[in-house]
């Protein structure tokens, strides 16, 4: 969506690798989230953020990290993924007030 | 933790008939929003509808509207006159505003229009 970029859109990786996977926005927007979608689950936060290195963890925190050293990236980092981090991965912008919300194009990353 | 669920995993509608998607929320809170987004095959997240909790009336866009029951906690979304471009999973959701304004989601409704 217009403001919000993701990448890579795809990724497949090796069981134990490292992945960074990069959100970036140009809207100048307070909060940032990581979602994870699965099957039957919707959308599950990971982390999320309310500024620069402010952060914060979600439901299904456990195996990732985050980091945010300039309002417009937002990088989530696999440390050694694992099959069961096999998903599709959204980012997400809001300003303040929970108003409104704009979605990236999201990542889908297999783990084999 | 807040929740919301969608008791409807699976909807089918034929095309130009209504169909409504349900949803049901809890919050402690007086004033917030709820939201519907519509995920295609493409995976993009979009905007299909947004309520704020004080307004009484219910909000409208176009096709679509919402049955927005505050005291039940239940916030409905009915399509009228369904397309088949309306093919696509369904969302409910809605922030907390103790954690830094995230969105819960409901579980989804994949909503399937036939010709």
């Not at chain 1, 859109?9 to 809207?27: A, N, S, Y």
């Not at chain 2, 993009?44 to 906690?73: C, D, G, H, P, W």
């Amino acid at each position: 969506d217009a403001g919000i970029t993701q990448s890579p859109r795809h990724k497949v990786t090796e069981t134990g690798t490292p992945v960074t996977l990069r959100c970036h926005q140009t809207e100048n927007h307070r909060y940032m989230y990581w979602y994870r979608q699965d099957p039957g689950h919707g959308l599950r936060l990971i982390h999320y953020s309310y500024g620069v290195k402010d952060t914060d963890k979600g439901e299904v925190s456990d195996g990732y990290s985050v980091s945010r050293s300039k309002t417009e990236d937002f990088l989530l980092t696999l440390e050694s993924a694992t099959s069961s981090q096999t998903s599709v991965y959204f980012c997400a912008i809001s300003k303040e007030g929970g108003y409104g919300y704009t979605f990236g194009s999201g990542t889908r990353l297999t783990v084999v | 933790a807040q929740t919301v669920t969608q008791s409807q995993p699976e909807m089918s509608v034929q095309e130009a008939e209504t169909v409504t998607l349900s949803c049901t929320y809890d919050t402690s809170e007086n004033n917030y929003y709820l939201f519907w987004y519509k995920q295609p095959p493409s995976r993009q997240m979009i905007l299909v509808i947004r309520q704020e909790a004080y307004k009484q009336q219910n909000a409208t866009e176009n096709r679509f509207s919402v049955n927005f029951q505050k005291a039940a906690k239940s916030f409905s979304l009915k399509i009228s006159d369904s397309q088949l471009g309306d093919t696509a999973m369904y969302f409910c959701a809605r922030p907390d505003n103790n954690a830094g304004n995230m969105l819960t989601f409901g579980g989804g409704t994949r909503l399937m229009v036939k010709p």
